[in-house]
């Protein structure tokens, strides 16, 4: 078994949260959990403030969470590569790094950490060797996933106690509610928390929702959905108010600290969540979800919504199933939520037995950094 203790890892932010959101988990997790060296390079550290505010913007260097966290420019600075140099989505290890990796002795282990798929090809390119065109350096590609062939999800060691007990705590699920400006939810009301990416089909949902037999409040991030809010009910609100039509309040609610995002999802009866992590956290909430894909050029991302439905909607009867495929269907381009939602809330008892089911057989497979460890240390 190899000692491992160190571990460097690149992020570069392509767009959004999604690449910084989890190489910070990632590196907060081997900090917090095996007290472990981190360095996180990264080439936006905006991006990370957004969602951890105590992060200095303007810092080359700075430490946060127990982890090193650097500006990624280029040329970089000789460095002593760590144990592990993980890249992130392929992000690219710079070439220096790559020399100074090759002299060290021993090597590092070299991951690509890839983004997270439920299709059945990543069962058997989890761990693949990829030998470097030039440097006695081998890459292994790491794959997230929902299988044990694969390397499973993040999943911090305390996540499902601590869920449990907030669900146990009235007075923190009160701290929760007031803390976005809204009241704990009233008997009969649908609560649902909104992160999505611009979606034409939010306004035939919010009508569903205006028009229905169920008060439903809708907490949205801010910046998410503006402008298909501001069409619906002529403006988007500010952050920290409210809109109302028919049975639907829409709250506009501040960005949350990553460790905060959770508990808004575990005290909500659903949750749309989009890219990756926030996909993840969600299905550890144990809660009915619709996730919205990020979308790719000729509908690369169908497969991967297909794959996923296939092993999320196992589990539930024939017309839930259908129910929620129609749903996350029309959520990603493809029928009309206007349409389709009478029939998912009527199985909302159903898939909330289900989704919390979905959640303990994941949570019953390795997570991703015990899955990582295992693999630096004794496979590879
Ligand atoms: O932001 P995302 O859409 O990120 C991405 C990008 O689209 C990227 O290109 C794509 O490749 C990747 O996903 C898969 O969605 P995601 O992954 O859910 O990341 C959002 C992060 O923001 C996640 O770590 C949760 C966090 N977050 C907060 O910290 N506070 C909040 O209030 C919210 C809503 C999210």
């Known amino acids: 078994m190899r000692h491992i203790d160190s571990w460097d890892i690149f992020c570069r932010v392509v767009d959004n949260y999604g690449d910084i959101g989890v190489c910070w988990r990632l590196a907060r997790q081997l900090a917090a959990e095996r007290g472990d060296t981190v360095r996180l390079w990264v080439d936006d550290v905006t991006a990370l403030v957004r969602i951890w505010p105590e992060v200095v913007p303007g810092l080359d260097e700075q430490r946060c969470a127990g982890v090193d966290i650097r500006r990624w420019t280029e040329p970089l600075s000789p460095q002593r590569p760590h144990d592990v140099v993980i890249e992130a989505f392929a992000c690219k290890t710079p070439d220096s790094f790559a020399v100074a990796m090759a002299a060290r002795s021993p090597k590092p282990v070299w991951i690509n950490l890839e983004y997270l798929s439920a299709e059945a090809w990543v069962d058997g390119c989890h761990l693949l060797p990829s ?73 035939g949902l919010f009508s569903a929702w205006a028009g229905g037999d169920r008060p439903v409040t809708c907490a949205v991030p801010e910046g998410v959905l503006v402008n298909e809010s501001a069409g619906f009910f002529g403006s988007c609100p500010a952050v920290g108010a409210r809109v109302s039509r028919g049975k639907l309040q829409l709250a506009v609610i501040p960005f949350r600290r990553q460790v905060d995002y959770d508990p808004l999802l575990w005290a909500c009866d659903l949750n749309f969540v989009r890219g990756e992590d926030s996909f993840v956290r969600a299905q550890w909430a144990g809660r009915p979800l619709v996730w919205h894909l990020y979308p790719q050029q ?46 998912a809330q009527a199985t909302l008892a159903d898939w909330t037995d289900d989704a919390e089911e979905w959640a303990a057989t994941l949570a019953a497979q390795r997570d991703l950094v015990s899955a990582l460890a295992e693999a630096v240390e004794n496979r590879l």
């Open 298 to 343: 000729d509908d690369a991302h169908v497969p991967k919504l297909r794959a996923f439905l296939e092993r999320y909607c196992a589990g539930l009867s024939g017309s839930a199933a259908a129910a929620v495929r129609a749903l996350f269907d029309a959520w990603n381009g493809s029928g009309d939520p206007a349409a389709v939602w009478a029939t």
């Open 131 to 203: 030998p470097h065109p030039r440097l006695p350096l081998t890459k292994y590609f790491f794959f997230p996933g929902f299988t044990p062939r694969t390397g499973g999800l993040l999943r911090e060691r305390d996540l499902v106690a601590r869920r449990d007990a907030f669900r146990q705590d009235r007075a923190a699920q009160y701290a929760l509610w007031r803390s976005v400006g809204l009241q704990p939810p009233v008997a009969g009301e649908l609560r649902v928390s909104l992160f999505a990416y611009a979606n034409l089909a939010a306004p």
